[in-house]
């Protein structure tokens, strides 16, 4: 199912829309509301003149700029590790593809992120491999037990940064003293930084497996990301750059709240203190 359906998400109009390989018909674009969507034609009439200044002060676009950042801007899992020296670079970001192992192979899958040529780094393609196991088996017997692979591990591929654009590492300069002779000089030191670009080195496990707590919970997002592109993203990226899926869960949130409240058996304070207790 995976091999198949992957020439949908990859080769299919969104792909090319995206990539401005094909650019649609005006009347391809018209959308047929319903009665929810259906606005009042004064409103409609007013934005249709604002578009009509904003288009005569800009060129025409091609393609859909920006469409993987609005995404990693928009889904608060991708943002929390997003950091603003890192979107100047995700603006290059074509697509991302995911691509399981072949079956005489281990069973893992490639997250593969395709860059346009950028001054940043040398590298077209760069990934991250997961390695999956399903345990326990997949039940025929009770196909909806089966809550799906669980990834056992991840390794990135390198990035061959341009000089002077490795956004994972910054320099910064101490003061030391020296014992001997008691002056003082200046030591540059290169360390880590934050960047989402983190996600293509992850710590390595060490062979007794202890990990120390800051490793663990990079780890921990690491599988989630892992799990999360694939199986949510990636198939409905374009609903992810709209904001429509954010809006739909904040609304099913509002609807699961109502239901509470109108239950007679419903006890608030019960479960506050129960949040408080997890906590």
């Not at 091609?62 to 928009?74: A, Q, R, S, Y």
């Amino acid at each position: 199912y995976a091999v198949l359906s992957q020439p949908l998400f990859l080769f299919g109009k969104q792909f090319e829309i995206i990539n401005a390989i094909y650019e649609p018909m005006e009347e391809e674009c018209e959308w047929k509301p319903d009665e929810e969507d259906k606005i009042s034609e004064q409103l409609k009439e007013k934005a249709k003149i604002e578009e009509e200044k904003k288009d005569e002060e800009k060129e025409e676009p091609i393609g859909i700029p920006e469409f993987w950042l609005t995404i990693f801007k928009n889904v608060d899992l991708l943002s929390d590790m997003l950091q603003e020296h890192d979107e100047p670079i995700l603006k290059h970001l074509k697509y991302i593809k995911m691509k399981f192992s072949d079956a005489d192979q281990p069973m893992s899958f490639v997250l593969e992120f395709h860059f346009e040529p950028s001054e940043y780094f040398t590298n077209e393609v760069l990934t991250k491999t997961c390695r999956i196991r399903l345990e326990p088996e997949p039940d025929d017997s009770d196909p909806f037990s089966f809550d799906g692979p669980e990834i056992m591990g991840c390794t990135g591929g390198q990035i061959d940064w341009k000089k002077g654009k490795n956004v994972t590492l910054r320099t910064i300069k101490k003061k030391q003293k020296h014992k001997g002779r008691g002056t003082v000089c200046t030591v540059t030191k290169t360390v880590s930084n934050d960047s989402c670009f983190n996600f293509f080195a992850p710590p390595e496990v060490p062979e007794s497996g202890d990990l120390d707590d800051d490793a663990e919970v990079i780890h921990a997002a690491d599988f989630e990301i892992g799990h999360f592109l694939p199986e949510r993203i990636i198939p409905r990226s374009v609903l992810y750059f709209t904001g429509e899926i954010k809006g739909k869960q904040a609304d099913e949130e509002r609807e699961k709240e109502g239901d509470e409240e109108n239950n007679p058996d419903y006890e608030p304070k019960k479960d506050q203190n129960l949040a408080e207790c997890k906590q």
